[in-house]
């Protein structure tokens, strides 16, 4: 898969699209990111984003990190464990953290997680895991939306830590990722 | 049963903003943030292109020079 991959990205207030990309973090990104203005009860503003960067930058991490950009403005950041995990005989690719920029929350830009997440799968099949993804989700109605609208399915069994999981079995995930594509939100 | 993909509601849905959390913990003790934080900052600088010319960051300039395995960040105010 070659980076950067083209993104369209929707502005929340009036409809605009925009476009932008998606690439490999780099620290440049990382160095947005420790700008984020994040809510004071925003549960991922503890998240150690040059901590899991510098995961990645060891010889043999298997970790990667994306960011999702417009122009030198971060939108958001994607961590994925290329490394996969069993599910029953198969391997999916384990989506570690997601986070969009807090100014997304209340106005900004939509289809960032989307555009991301498009870029998981297209990993997910790179690496010969079919598009199967596995992730824990902080337990919201929101992300329950953003999971479901996107195709995942929720698993009746938490983690071990008591987070929901959703996983992309190989039909929905090729269902998303065709959608995605067609609708151009991303261009691989 | 399927959900049925509706990217539109996951688009809506994305203002909650952390949508995912890793079951790997990234945690550092000080010396290891401290070491962290200074590779963070040369490899930042490195991108910016410091190694070839002063790079404005805010108010600051920013030069880095390599003498041998030593790195030497030039600041100017």
Not at chain 1, 157 to 162: G, I, Q, R, V
Request: proline letters at 1%; hydrophobic letters at 45%.
């Amino acid at each position: 898969m070659k980076f950067p991959v083209a993104a369209r990205f929707v502005e929340r207030a009036n409809s605009a699209r925009v476009n932008g990309e998606i690439h490999r973090a780099t620290w440049l990104d990382i160095a947005a990111q420790s700008q984020w203005d994040y809510e004071e009860n925003a549960l991922d503003r503890e998240w150690d984003w040059a901590g899991i960067f510098a995961i990645t930058q060891r010889s043999r991490s298997s970790i990667e990190c994306y960011a999702a950009v417009v122009g030198e403005e971060l939108h958001g950041l994607m961590a994925i464990e290329a490394k996969g995990r069993k599910i029953g005989r198969s391997e999916a690719l384990v989506l570690e953290y997601l986070a969009t920029n807090p100014r997304n929350r209340t106005g900004g830009l939509k289809y960032v997680g989307v555009t991301l997440l498009a870029v998981a799968v297209a990993r997910s099949k790179e690496l010969g895991m079919a598009g199967r993804i596995w992730l824990e989700s902080l337990a919201d109605a929101k992300t329950l939306m953003f999971y479901r609208g996107i195709g995942m399915t929720e698993q009746t069994a938490k983690s071990d830590e008591n987070y929901d999981v959703f996983t992309f079995d190989v039909d929905s995930a090729e269902e998303f990722f065709k959608l995605a594509q067609a609708q151009s939100w991303i261009t691989l | 049963m399927k959900p049925k993909i509706n990217l539109a509601e996951a688009a809506e849905a994305e203002s909650f903003g952390a949508l995912a959390i890793g079951r790997r913990r990234f945690r550092h003790k000080q010396g290891a943030a401290t070491s962290t934080l200074i590779h963070y900052l040369l490899e930042m600088v490195r991108e910016a292109g410091a190694e070839k010319r002063w790079v404005r960051a805010g108010r600051l300039s920013l030069r880095l020079h390599s003498e041998g395995r030593k790195k030497v960040l030039s600041v100017r105010e």
